[in-house]
């Protein structure tokens, strides 16, 4: 799909790797602060989170599960 993609259709092909690449290609740190945004926002406070997800190894998930239990 792709590579028919690039022979037949640039223009589209163009248009899905730069969705894709703002999509799926952030950097770390980035990813990080978003996550700490979302927790933020379920009202837990901001150092407890960051503490909290370094400590889970920046899954979002079971961090969240250690901060409600």
């Known amino acids: 799909m792709v590579a028919g993609q690039y ?3 640039r223009q589209e092909f163009e248009r899905t790797a730069r969705e894709w690449t703002a999509t799926y ?3 770390l ?3 990080q602060e978003e996550k700490v945004k ?3 926002e379920m ?3 901001e150092g407890m989170v960051r503490d ?3 400590n889970t190894a ?3 998930q079971l961090a969240l599960n250690t901060l409600l239990g």
């Open 25 to 27: 290609a952030k950097d």
């Open 43 to 45: 009202g837990f406070e």
């Open 7 to 9: 022979k037949n259709n």
């Open 52 to 54: 909290v997800l370094e």
């Open 38 to 40: 979302r927790l933020c």
């Open 29 to 31: 740190r980035t990813v």
């Open 58 to 60: 920046w899954d979002e």
